[in-house]
DNA sequence: ACTATTTTTGGTCATTTGACTAATTTTTTC
DNA sequence: GAAAAAATTAGTCAAATGACCAAAAATAGT
């Protein structure tokens, strides 16, 4: 871990081809961590997964910390988009938030291995001095897509429900993030189900308990 | 990383001093993973941490490895136990859970880097190859305990009773492991709280909803 | 086509790291 | 208190790793 001279290095215009690059290197970066894990990840492995000498990644990268990073912003950004695109429904509101719930489980269980390296990065983040605000955007942008997908279609822009959707949007990502740790760690697609009904059956009962106040 | 021998090195009858020292390392081991975090935990750190030579942490543990699930299976222990000794009242049913929950949420509160490097180690046990077993068992046993104290005390022992108190615990861990990684990257004590009030105000539903059907 | 800039490459380096051994010291047992 | 077993120690080692540089190659702007 020598010092770095990244300002000096970087281009004043970036090329077309320098973000494809870049791009083939994060996306290098987050199959190695799907292989491997964080703990067992090198700069080495990255280069060869993007197919990429390993002094083009340090170019592109001023450190192995940079990139990791990159990954996670990456990361939350393509999964957001994700859940933007998705759901125009317009159910009665319980329902509604009954399937936003069934769909974004039905996401994560077609990307485990993605919420996996995400939950590695994020908990890397937060112990990497100076990412701590990583972490903490990323379950901004969470909780408020969710708050919006929740919202989404009411009709009304009542700060009320905005106030209901961001407690609710809370509560789901919550109750996801617990629930994802849980099917890893038990890999019991039974209690899996089961424990995804209940937290669709809380968070129904939770809406109306905000409704109500 | 080569390989180990640690069948032949090990004592036939280990001396008290032999245990002395084991657990001084393992503490050693959850102060410097405290500190640096998985990622930057090196076997040097942790001898010095725990008082001892390099050598010596390696005579009492095969291997950087065996050394960090012991101190996840510890970690695990200590904490059971805690809660195991807390907690003999005997409130109404949802106020009792209501207590529950915001007990353990004050010993989280209390170790907040112990819990963060529960989380890391249970995710490096899921990475490690053949020590998934690690964090299941990890994980039932959390339920397990949340489940008695979530029945103790209710008097009867009805198998429906216990079936409730599954649920019930799974959903609080969850919702726990949910909210602890929401407190970490917020860090918004006021959030938290709410999020805290939220679960208790689920798990009460909840407990209804489990008590109806 | 020429030039300036960006990008890539091959090769190098210091350091860290986990692991290991042989010898010494401490503890236990009888 | 002597022998045996256990525990500790100092010192060594190969491999891995992140970072870096100087030079070559590719690309873009004019």
Known sequence: MTKNSA???NPVRPTTKSVETRARIIRGALDALETHGIGEVTTR???ANAK???ATLHYHFDS?????LAVLEDLNA?????YQEELRNSDDFETHVAELIR???RYVERTPEQQFVQLELTLYALRTKGSEWLAAKQYDAYIDVYKRLIVEGRGTQDPALERIGLAL???ILGGIDGLILQSFALRDAADTQAGLEALIVAA????RHLLDS
């Open 169 to 171: 949007g809370r509560f």
């Open 52 to 54: 990429v000498r390993l």
């Open 45 to 47: 492995k990255i280069a």
């Open 204 to 207: 129904r009962d939770y809406l």
């Open 103 to 105: 769909s974004i489980w």
């Open 7 to 9: 300002i000096e290095r």
């Open 64 to 68: 192995k910390e940079t990139l990791l």
């Open 78 to 82: 393509s999964m957001l988009a994700r």
